[in-house]
């Protein structure tokens, strides 16, 4: 029996130095050409070099976005993946788990509404 629940997804970007943080909302699951917009919206916003560091999620290994970022020249972003299996080298899972943990409340958990 196939499950009919909603989803709630966040992609963030995380600046480690300055503690900024770019993030998007979407319901439903991620697909390349969200994450691939979001990337190029993110972009629009820096005004310094930067290196895009990425963990192994699937999605930053499809074809669709590897055919779109060639590598992040096209951001000029140079792209740098994490090792596998390292979410302790991953900046962004330290606000993921504030966000999760500390900022919503137990309450917020209990339908996808008040999420």
């Not at 130095?17 to 050409?33: F, I, P, S, V, W």
Request: proline content about 6%.
């Amino acid at each position: 029996m196939p499950r009919h629940r909603q989803r709630f997804n966040v992609l963030g970007f995380y600046n480690a130095t300055t503690n900024d943080l770019y993030a998007a909302a979407r319901e439903g699951t991620l697909d390349a050409a969200f994450v691939i917009d979001t990337l190029d919206a993110w972009a629009a916003t820096r005004t310094r070099p930067t290196v895009l560091v990425l963990d192994n999620a699937k999605i930053h290994h499809s074809a669709t976005f590897r055919a779109r970022l060639q590598h992040g020249e096209d951001l000029d972003a140079p792209l740098f993946y994490l090792p596998t299996c390292s979410p302790h080298l991953n900046k962004m899972e330290t606000p993921w788990r504030k966000i999760n943990y500390e900022w919503l409340r137990p309450e917020a958990y209990r339908n996808f509404k008040t999420l």
